[in-house]
Every structure is written in structure tokens, then in C-alpha cells.
């Protein structure tokens, strides 16, 4: 009787999981948090009240660990000798408090969002050197790429989140003072992040504590390249605007997003804080669905993370 009783229960587990509606779930992932395997999707939840900066909290939709950003002033744009013409002119900008992901979104993530019938899967389900990532268990805590603008911000939606605005990234990157880094001053290496082929793909978020912002969020020089909510406008600084900036408006045929933080291929100076990208977005009035103007441009170094009031 005793020997059976292991097998009584292994056959009790198996009906369990049947029960679960037939889809396979994500393998959980060694993060802070496990992550939930049947809690349905969140949308538009109620903002939490935020608390002292770094704090933290998680979502119970994705088990992505989240930090606050209390309201506060700081400068953003190109302020070291490596800065260009559309990190210019350096302004202080001054920002409502909100939560941001401390890690990329990961595969099992957003196989979550997939598996809900919410998201579409990425555009491709290998990465720069791998032809097998998205789809394979090995990878299921590594960033999620070949995602369009479109997809990212559905993603976020359907967690109850929003995709960050720069002005937001480049806070929470930067903190309050006149670093050039995550971390500080100095020249990256690689205790720090995954930048300039030093691992040749991508690697595990959260890897790097050592780069961790002033505010303790991980990965935001290096690894992937992140979209952000606005349009791209190499003029915008210009304009004055420092409460809330809220990007560009858009433009007719021109749906250039920005992506921030650079990645595993970029040299130091692409994963500054101030470093801007524009790469093409999604245009959700192109006739063809499945054309690239439609889509927007996807890539094995562009990812993501999410935001909330």
C-alpha cells in the first residue's frame, strides 16, 4: 500500500493539470516572484498607490517585479562629451510618480499574454545566433524579441500596464543626478551588462546587478533595446516641453518610435542614458496587415518593458 500511494498521487497531479484547459503553461521562472499560472488577464486595473522610490511590487497577471519612481525633476538629454544633436539641449523635466518593470518581458511572459489569445506571437521565434528561443524552455527568462510597437503595447495593455514614455525611461535610468550610466560614470564592462558582443546574443534578464540604476531597475543599458510609448522628433527637446512630456503628436505616413537602452550589440556609446533611437513603428491604418508598413520594422535586439501610473 505504501508504494502505491506515490502512484495514486502522480495520477491525481496528471488529472489535475488536464483540467487546466488542455494548454500547455509556462515553465515558471526563477525571478523574484514565481510566476502565476492561471490568474486571468488584468486589464485596465486600478493603479496602486505608489509608495517610497525603489519600492516595489509585483503584477499578478505576469509576476513581473515593478519599482516606483516618485514624482520628482530631473535632467534629461546628452550631458557627457559622447552626446549628439538629438540628445539636445539638455532640459529639466519634471515627472508625476510611476511604477516601471524592473526586468524586460521575458519569452514566459509574454507566451502568457499568447496562450490568453491576447497577443500574437513575435514575428519569429529565434533570436540573433539562436533558431530555437521563444519556443524553448532554455530561453524562458530571457527577453522577448521580434516583437513589432504594436504587439508591445498590447502586451502591456493586457497586463493592466502602458508602455513607458521617454521622458519616464530616461528617469528611471538616470535618477536625479548627471550620471551617464545606469550605475554611474564610468565606461561600462562586462559585470555590468550585455553590450558590444561581449555574449553575442541575449542573456537572462536580470543578470547584471551591478548595473542596476539609482533606483534598482535592471537591464536598462544593454541586452535588448526597448520600445518606448512617443514618436520620434530629433527636435523634440527643443520644443520646451517639461511636465510630463508626453512626445510628438503623430504625423501623416511617419511612425518612427523611439527605442532606448541599446543592446548586446551596441558599443558603450549606444547604451548611454541619453542615447535615442528611432526605428519604424506600427502604422494601424496600412491596408496590408501583413506588410511591413503595417507591422513596422521587428529585430533580435529590440524588446521591451512596461509602465504604470
Request: glycine fraction near 10%; charge should be negative; include cysteine.
Amino acid at each position: 500500500m505504501k508504494k502505491l500511494f506515490p502512484i495514486l498521487m502522480a495520477f491525481a497531479l496528471f488529472l489535475s493539470a488536464c483540467q487546466l484547459g488542455g494548454q500547455a503553461q509556462p515553465t515558471a521562472i526563477s525571478l523574484p516572484t514565481a510566476f502565476p499560472t492561471n490568474t486571468p488577464p488584468a486589464i485596465n486595473a486600478p493603479a496602486e498607490q505608489g509608495g517610497t522610490a525603489g519600492s516595489e511590487r509585483t503584477s499578478s497577471v505576469d509576476g513581473m517585479p515593478q519599482v516606483y519612481i516618485p514624482d520628482g525633476t530631473f535632467r534629461m538629454g546628452g550631458l557627457d562629451p559622447d552626446v549628439t544633436k538629438d540628445e539636445q539641449p539638455a532640459h529639466s523635466v519634471t515627472l508625476k510618480g510611476f511604477w516601471i518593470d524592473k526586468l524586460e518581458v521575458t519569452n514566459a511572459m509574454y507566451t502568457l499574454c499568447v496562450n490568453a489569445s491576447a497577443c500574437e506571437p513575435p514575428q519569429y521565434f529565434k533570436s540573433d545566433t539562436r533558431e530555437s528561443y521563444f519556443n524553448n524552455a532554455e530561453f524562458n527568462d530571457y527577453p522577448v524579441v521580434y516583437v513589432t510597437w504594436a504587439q508591445a503595447d498590447t502586451y502591456c495593455k493586457w497586463t493592466g500596464r502602458r508602455l513607458l514614455t521617454e521622458a519616464e525611461w530616461e528617469r528611471a535610468a538616470r535618477g536625479d543626478d548627471f550620471r551617464t550610466y545606469p550605475w554611474g560614470d564610468e565606461r561600462p564592462d562586462s559585470s555590468r551588462g550585455n553590450f558590444n558582443y561581449l555574449v553575442g546574443d541575449t542573456t537572462r534578464v536580470g543578470n547584471f546587478p551591478a548595473g542596476a540604476s539609482p533606483f534598482g531597475v535592471l537591464d536598462l543599458a544593454g541586452n535588448v533595446a526597448e520600445w518606448v510609448h512617443d514618436f520620434y522628433d530629433g527636435n523634440y527637446y527643443a520644443q520646451g516641453v517639461t511636465m510630463n512630456p508626453p512626445g510628438p503628436g503623430e504625423r501623416s505616413q511617419y511612425f518612427n518610435r523611439v527605442v532606448r537602452g541599446g543592446s548586446f550589440q551596441d558599443a558603450f556609446v549606444d547604451i548611454r542614458v541619453a542615447n535615442r533611437a528611432s526605428v519604424q513603428g506600427s502604422n494601424p491604418d496600412a491596408t496590408d496587415i501583413y506588410s511591413k508598413e503595417y507591422l513596422g520594422e521587428v529585430s533580435p535586439k529590440i524588446g521591451f518593458r512596461c509602465g504604470s501610473d
